[in-house]
C-alpha cells in the first residue's frame, strides 16, 4: 500500500492530510484504489473542470470501475475573494464525484461522502478561471494489486455418474464479475474404465476449458480406477465474460464422444477468487 507524505504546513499538501488518513483507515477495511483513478487538469485544455482517469476501487465494501475513458468533472466556479478546497471521490455506485468546499479565509477540506474513497484535493483560487495540475493534491491509498479475494468455496463434495450434468455451480454477482481476472479451481476424481470422460467448465452455457487450457480428464485406454480432477486456470474479463454482468460457474460431466460408458465424476472442492 503507497500514499504521500504530507508537510506540517497549512499548504495544500498539509490540507490533503486528513483525507489521506482517512482514507487509511477505510484501507484498513479493504477499501481503496487498486489502479487508476488519478485526477489531472482536463486533458483538452485546462478549465473549470478535472478529468479522472479510468481505475478499479473498492469503497462500501463494493468493487466498482470505470474502464472505457477519463471521466471529466466539473469544479464550481470560484469565489470572488476566498480560497476555497473540494475533494474528488469515487463512490460505491461507480460514479466520481466532486464535494464542492466552503470559500473562506481559512478553508477546510471537506469530509469524504458516504460509502466513497477520497482520490484528490483541488484547492480553488479566489477568482480563478481554471484548474491545473499544480493545484491537484493525490490522496489515494493504493491497495495491493494483484491480491485475492475469495469470492465462493464449497467443500461439499458433489458427485454424478450421468454424462451432461453440472456439479459444484457458484453464482458470481455482478459486482462479483467486476473484478478484471477471477482465478478458479475445482479438485476432485473421475473413476475410469475403458471409457471416455472429461470434466469441463462452463460460463453459464459456454465452455471455457479449451480457452484457458485447463486439464481435462481424458481417460480412454486406462484400466479401472480413479484418476485425480485438478481444473485451475485464470478468467478474464472481456474474454471469458462479460465485466460487470452476473454469471455461472460450473463444472460438466461429460464424455469425449458419445456419450456412453460415462462413469462417476466427483467434484470435492471448488474455489472463486477476484484477483485485483
Not at 68 to 89: F, G
Not at 119 to 147: G, M, W
Not at 225 to 237: E, K, N, P, R
Amino acid at each position: 500500500m503507497t500514499g504521500l507524505t504530507f508537510d506540517a504546513s497549512d499548504s495544500l499538501m498539509g490540507k490533503g492530510r486528513e483525507a489521506f488518513f482517512n482514507n487509511l483507515v477505510l484501507a484498513a477495511q479493504n477499501n481503496g484504489v487498486y489502479s487508476g483513478c488519478a485526477v489531472s487538469e482536463k486533458g483538452a485544455g485546462a478549465d473549470m473542470s478535472v478529468d479522472v482517469a479510468t481505475g478499479f476501487w473498492r469503497a462500501g465494501n463494493t468493487a466498482n470501475y470505470v474502464a472505457t475513458a477519463a471521466t471529466n468533472k466539473a469544479i464550481s466556479a470560484a469565489h470572488a475573494t476566498l480560497d476555497r478546497y473540494d475533494l474528488v471521490s469515487a463512490k460505491s455506485d461507480g460514479t466520481f464525484n466532486v464535494t464542492t468546499g466552503t470559500a473562506a479565509s481559512a478553508p477546510k477540506v471537506p469530509s469524504i461522502p458516504a460509502d466513497s474513497v477520497a482520490l484528490a484535493v483541488v484547492f480553488v483560487e479566489a477568482a480563478a478561471t481554471s484548474i491545473a495540475d499544480a493545484s491537484i493534491t493525490d490522496v489515494r491509498v493504493l491497495l495491493e494489486e494483484n491480491r485475492l479475494v475469495v469470492l465462493h468455496s464449497s467443500n461439499t463434495a458433489e458427485s454424478s455418474s450421468s454424462a451432461g450434468t453440472t456439479l459444484m455451480a457458484f453464482t458470481v454477482t455482478a459486482e462479483q464479475a467486476k473484478y478484471p481476472r477471477l482465478l478458479v479451481t475445482y479438485s476432485g476424481e473421475y473413476e475410469y474404465s475403458n471409457n471416455t470422460g472429461s470434466a469441463k467448465v462452463y460460463v453459464d452455457t459456454t465452455e471455457v476449458g479449451s480457452a484457458v487450457n485447463f486439464g481435462a480428464v481424458n481417460n480412454s485406454g486406462l484400466v479401472t480406477g480413479y484418476h485425480s480432477v485438478v481444473l485451475d486456470f485464470m478468467l478474464i474479463a472481456g474474454t471469458h465474460y462479460t465485466r460487470g454482468t452476473g454469471f455461472t460457474l460450473s463444472v460438466l460431466h461429460k464424455t469425449n464422444g458419445a456419450y456412453a460408458g460415462a462413469k462417476t465424476l466427483t467434484i470435492y472442492h471448488g474455489v472463486v477468487c477476484g484477483v485485483t
